[in-house]
């Protein structure tokens, strides 16, 4: 595309939308599920998590991987692996887009990988008889890049092919590829996101040791609870959400519905040198929201809405506040924010592919999900968080944000503009 003899960059919109996750499967689901405040988070059933100090997480259930392969063909052994496969199946039909046609990019991030089934119960076979029980199944299974390389062969589509594992900012690094591989003329389309199934006794444990984990004594419905002052910590959840991205006027000419545009995105790492964590994470967070807002050709006070890393916890929400408010100032007050993870938990990879979801959705139906739980504010996150129930807002720009755990050493964030399909002519 070219404009007075200069290239233009192409655009890319989102055009088709998948999600696995503790409230629901597929867009419709999912976001009636989000809008209706339903939570995801229950005591697990998966494991005997009963000697662990917590015991509620966001699990899926009723899911069946063959509901979501060509018949014949093998389905994936590792289940984050099922999960992208069946969240991109749900993505490609959402779109309705055919394999007929040019290169197609398929990148699909994950963090825990195939860790938390395959490889536990890999090294418990190899710890009883020796690795000579193991096969090879498992070393192919349990790596990030299986499904990646399965989505590709279930879907039959040739292009460029990338797996990330960047923490909890997974999800938006994933769709940025993604994004940059339609703008360099790499594809025409691009099937992104990520896919954690991370629920094991061994998992939390770490997690659990590591004091992430929450240790709420109330119902498990109603143990994540971002901003609120009695959060006691984050919920661990498995889920996956992939997107199909377009060129713009390769969606044009096809008829394809439209329900977003990728305007900006931007990474920032926290730097060991600022001493004080909370100021060590702000700063590092303001730096990847200034960023992508200015690639986005727009000013912070262009943001309508943020779907927010909230997660929980008590460090991460407060220091994520004092990011909002140094970055927007008095429009800090104006925004509507708010956090899925409410609902769904805290999936780490899927999570913020999962925001950009609710954010697209936000936009093209100018109504935002709240935050549940929050029935004693924080002073510390003193923004409008809209609580407990959904709220008509006019969205014309979201921004969505994730941070990559960092603990004791620096972490990273990493930020997505996406501007309402009704703006793109």
């Known amino acids: 595309m070219r404009d007075n003899g200069k290239r233009t960059p192409r655009r890319v919109v989102i055009t088709g939308i998948?999600?696995?996750?503790?409230?629901?499967?597929?867009?419709?689901?999912?976001?009636?599920?989000?809008?209706?405040?339903?939570?995801?988070?229950?005591?697990?059933?998966?494991?005997?998590?009963?000697?662990?100090?917590?015991?509620?997480?966001g699990e899926v259930h009723n899911?069946?991987?063959?509901?979501?392969?060509?018949?014949?063909?093998?389905?994936?052994?590792?289940?984050?692996?099922?999960?992208?496969?069946?969240?991109?199946?749900?993505?490609?039909?959402?779109?309705?887009?055919?394999?007929?046609?040019?290169?197609?990019?398929?990148?699909?991030?994950?963090?825990?990988?195939?860790?938390?089934?395959?490889g536990e119960a890999a090294f418990a076979k190899f710890r009883e008889l020796g690795w000579q029980s193991l096969g090879t199944g498992p070393s192919l299974e349990v790596a990030a890049h299986s499904a990646s390389s399965y989505v590709q062969g279930e879907l039959q589509v040739a292009g460029p092919l990338m797996t990330i594992s960047s923490a909890c900012c997974t999800g938006i690094d994933a769709i940025a590829w993604g994004t940059d591989q339609i703008r360099s003329g790499a594809a025409e389309s691009a099937i992104v996101g990520a896919a954690e199934a991370p629920l094991s006794q061994f998992t939390f444990?770490?997690?659990?040791?590591?004091?992430?984990?929450?240790?709420?004594?109330?119902?498990?419905?109603?143990?994540?609870?971002?901003?609120?002052?009695?959060?006691?910590?984050?919920?661990?959840?498995?889920?996956?959400?992939?997107?199909?991205?377009?060129?713009?006027?390769?969606?044009?000419?096809?008829?394809?519905?439209?329900?977003?545009?990728?305007?900006?995105?931007?990474?920032?790492?926290?730097e060991s040198v600022i001493r004080d964590p909370h100021d060590r994470y702000a700063v590092a967070l303001q730096q990847a929201i200034i960023a992508a807002v200015g690639r986005s050709q727009l000013q912070p006070r262009d943001i309508d809405y943020i779907c927010a890393?909230?997660?929980?916890?008590?460090?991460?929400?407060?220091?994520?506040?004092?990011?909002?408010?140094?970055?927007?100032?008095?429009?800090?007050?104006?925004?509507?924010?708010?956090?899925?993870?409410?609902?769904?938990?805290?999936?780490?990879?899927?999570g913020g592919v999962l925001q950009v979801v609710a954010a697209t959705l936000a936009s093209y139906q100018n109504i935002v999900p709240p935050t549940i739980n929050l029935t004693t504010p924080d002073p510390k996150c003193d923004l409008d968080y809209v609580p407990n129930r959904p709220r008509c807002v006019r969205?014309?720009?979201?921004?969505?944000h994730s941070h990559s755990l960092g603990g004791h050493v620096p972490g990273s964030h990493s930020a997505l503009v996406i501007g309402a399909s009704r703006h793109i002519n």
């Open 18 to 57: 998948g999600a696995v996750t503790p409230i629901g499967m597929g867009a419709n689901d999912f976001w009636s599920a989000l809008l209706a405040g339903k939570s995801g988070i229950r005591r697990i059933t998966s494991f005997d998590a009963s000697n662990l100090p917590s015991q509620v997480a």
């Open 63 to 118: 899911f069946h991987v063959r509901d979501f392969i060509r018949q014949g063909r093998r389905p994936p052994i590792a289940r984050f692996s099922a999960f992208a496969v069946a969240a991109a199946r749900l993505a490609v039909d959402h779109a309705k887009l055919s394999r007929n046609g040019g290169p197609v990019g398929v990148c699909i991030g994950s963090s825990v990988q195939g860790n938390a089934d395959i």
């Open 205 to 270: 444990g770490l997690f659990s040791a590591s004091g992430f984990l929450s240790t709420w004594s109330g119902p498990a419905a109603e143990a994540s609870r971002p901003y609120d002052r009695q959060r006691a910590g984050l919920v661990l959840s498995e889920a996956a959400g992939v997107l199909v991205l377009e060129d713009f006027e390769h969606a044009l000419s096809r008829g394809a519905e439209v329900f977003g545009e990728i305007l900006g995105y931007a990474s920032s790492a926290e």
């Open 309 to 350: 890393h909230g997660n929980s916890t008590k460090f991460d929400d407060e220091a994520e506040a004092a990011a909002h408010r140094k970055t927007f100032g008095e429009h800090a007050y104006s925004l509507t924010v708010s956090s899925i993870k409410s609902m769904i938990g805290q999936p780490f990879s899927a």
């Open 395 to 400: 969205v014309n720009h979201a921004l969505v």
